[in-house]
């Protein structure tokens, strides 16, 4: 290489990275924002996150949907989910694409779909907000080897319910971004107290207890908060 070349070279690479350092400064001019970014007077996108319970999803697709978002939601602290309830109703459909001579396909597409609630968690729970996604996957078909199409098949819903929990997190991120948290009424009446048989008692006549929490559920039965036994 000549030194000419050699000198545009590397004018060319000290350009592009001034571009790249002055890109974000370019677009918090344009009204771009990060959207877990910290801004004064603004909601913390990130700490309300970490206050959502997952509400239990059936079938191992759905639980692997609820660990995406809790892992997601959770981010870089641990999760204290108890101001708001998540509910998501996934959905799956499969269907055969490359159709051969003998009616065998050479690949499969996946469509995973989800339509989630956001509500508070209290004695009347109020519909903060609701969305749908969309994600889309796939595998080659192997028949004649029917454990790595089974791993296949596997691997593909779990990137499905990965992606999907990643853009639920996203949306319910966006939507708390303008929104202040909701202001709930104080409860006035007395809270039931329930027996909790998985710890020891503390004496003969005495067992351990935990209050029900703001939706009428103990929290040992959804898994929301430590067993709390102090009162």
């Not at 000198?7 to 001034?18: I, P, R, V, Y």
């Not at 959502?52 to 939601?73: K, S």
Request: charged fraction near 20%; proline fraction near 9%; include cysteine.
């Amino acid at each position: 290489m000549t030194p000419t070349r050699s000198f545009f070279s590397l004018c060319k690479a000290a350009l592009a990275a001034t571009a790249l350092a002055g890109a974000p400064l370019l677009l918090s001019g344009c009204g771009f924002k990060p959207l877990y970014g910290e801004d004064k007077g603004q909601v913390e996108v990130s700490d309300e996150l970490k206050d959502i319970y997952v509400a239990n999803i059936p079938e191992r697709f759905g639980q692997q949907i609820r660990l995406a978002l809790q892992a997601q939601m959770s981010s870089d602290g641990p999760e204290d989910p108890h101001k708001y309830k998540l509910i998501v109703q996934p959905g799956v459909n499969a269907e055969a694409l490359d159709i051969h001579g003998d009616n065998t396909s050479g690949r499969t597409r996946i469509i995973g779909t989800a339509h989630w609630q956001l509500l508070t968690i209290d004695q009347n729970p109020q519909l903060l907000a609701q969305g749908d996604t969309q994600v889309m996957d796939g595998f080659s078909s192997t028949f004649e080897q029917y454990f790595a199409q089974t791993l296949n098949m596997e691997s593909a819903m779990g990137r499905i319910a990965e992606a999907l929990g990643n853009q639920v997190t996203q949306q319910v991120a966006i939507w708390f971004k303008p929104h202040p948290p909701p202001q709930l009424p104080p409860t006035e009446r007395p809270r039931a107290v329930y027996p909790t048989p998985n710890l020891i008692p503390d004496s003969e006549k005495g067992a351990p207890m935990e209050q029900e929490g703001a939706d009428a559920i103990p929290n040992m039965a959804t898994g929301r908060a430590p067993i709390d036994t102090s009162f």
